[in-house]
């Protein structure tokens, strides 16, 4: 992408409106524009990182045998008055009547759906176990919309819903969920730590949230040390066996936000190992058992014959609230600093002076190698201010062509999570970034 042609409606002032990090940042690195309280449009380079974080949660889900459908966002309220989450559910729920004066919702979740589309197809135990998921758009009337996409009214989700016989089959889906989840973030750059949390209105008695430690988070968190030296990646899971091992690393050590600390255990973890921090929340994942399958009826024929009501799971990871979080995590006064799997660009081509023969050539043959990941910055613009938006956008590393330089054959390249710089030759640039 060339930046003289580039649709980037930056910002220099920070919005009033933007109370945190992420929210101001995106506002003025032009990632999002507000349409609404609470609902964004999404630009070039926001909705390119959203599409990289929906690919990585895409290519993990499937890894576990979980398969893609994709669901409507507008659901009929009988589905809902049948499980009796209709007027139970509150005003959060958008309630709209059609044409013929058929009551229907835009979906804040899709339990209710889901199970109407499985017990379609499910009629014995042959048929189980099954996951299916979809990444679609979701819509909570939130009272008061805040912190830009981290408490919009208008989001993306992934949300999966597991169909088990039994209730070891569906424990062991909730932890190959749990695992993929660990692998996700992992692969995103982001350090996710799974904690024991309230069920809420979805219900069940096991449930975790995953949490992104940030300084700006908006939850107080306390963890046991070990949790943050552990790669989820050292290992690759085999999601047909036993998977109590990877989950149980996780699950013995203390871990829990403000609203399920306990003291008297957070006592009992050795002073040294105690980390207490801030966090934001991207990530639940439920088992509720037959809740939904019960209330809705639907059973299927077990291996003696006898009906069986299916023991369920859901299990949600908010793509859209990932992009937030993710720069809560990482940025600093001069902008984003993006993880490489999940920047818009891996690559920012400076040149200092367009027009100039050495720095053009130097510039179009560094941009050209990269083409598909990387931002040429040709515009006729001061240099200050071609540094500044390369910081503000994040991109993790900055090839910066001057004249002196380009006649020496020589680039300045800087990884702009460390600040640090370095002067190689044209070739060896090209090295260093292909590995």
Aim: aromatic residues 10%; proline residues 5%.
């Amino acid at each position: 992408m060339r930046l003289s042609r580039a649709f980037l409606p930056t910002l220099k002032e920070t919005p009033a409106e933007a109370q945190i990090a992420s929210h101001r940042l995106m506002l003025r690195a032009g990632l999002v524009r507000q349409t609404s309280a609470g609902i964004y449009a999404w630009l070039p380079l926001g909705l390119r990182v959203l599409r990289k974080v929906e690919q990585i949660v895409r290519e993990e889900q499937d890894r576990t045998g979980a398969q893609e459908i994709l669901m409507p966002t507008i659901q009929p309220a009988e589905l809902w008055k049948e499980s009796g989450r209709y007027e139970a559910y509150g005003k959060e729920m958008l309630r709209l009547n059609d044409r013929h004066e058929r009551e229907m919702l835009y979906g804040p979740t899709n339990e209710e759906m889901v199970t109407d589309i499985f017990r379609g197809f499910a009629k014995s135990y042959r048929d189980l176990p099954r996951n299916l998921y979809h990444i679609q758009w979701k819509f909570r009337d939130e009272v008061r919309p805040r912190f830009g996409v981290m408490r919009g009214r208008e989001f993306l989700m992934k949300d999966a819903y597991s169909f088990d016989l039994t209730v070891e089959g569906a424990r062991h889906s909730y932890r190959k969920m749990f695992v993929a989840y660990l692998r996700t973030f992992a692969r995103m750059g982001l350090k996710a730590i799974p904690m024991r949390a309230d069920t809420g209105p979805i219900g069940g008695d096991l449930s975790h949230e995953f949490i992104i430690l940030a300084e700006t988070g908006e939850s107080q968190v306390y963890l046991h040390r070990d949790l943050l030296a552990y790669d989820p990646l050292s290992e690759i899971p085999d999601y047909d066996g036993d998977l109590t091992p990877q989950v149980e690393f996780w699950t013995r050590r203390y871990a829990a936000t403000d609203e399920l600390h306990d003291e008297a255990a957070w006592a009992q973890v050795p002073e040294g190992d105690r980390v207490a921090a801030r966090g934001v929340e991207v990530g639940h994942i439920f088992y509720f058992g037959t809740k939904y399958s019960a209330a809705m009826g639907f059973q299927v024929a077990g291996p003696d014959g006898a009906n069986v009501t299916p023991e369920m799971g859901s299990y949600g990871i908010g793509v859209s609230r990932v992009v937030g979080a993710a720069i809560e995590a990482n940025h600093d006064e001069a902008g984003i600093k993006w993880p490489d799997a999940i920047a818009p660009y891996k690559l920012a081509v400076i040149n200092l002076k367009p027009g100039d023969a050495a720095c053009d050539a130097m510039a179009e043959q560094l941009y050209g190698a990269f083409a598909d990941d990387a931002v040429l910055d040709d515009r006729d613009a001061r240099a200050g201010q071609k540094f500044a938006d390369a910081d503000l956008l994040g991109f993790p590393w900055q090839a910066i062509i001057g004249p002196r330089g380009a006649a020496a054959g020589k680039v300045e390249l800087k990884r702009r999570a460390t600040g640090e710089r370095v002067e190689l030759s044209l070739d060896d640039a090209l090295a260093k970034l292909a590995a």
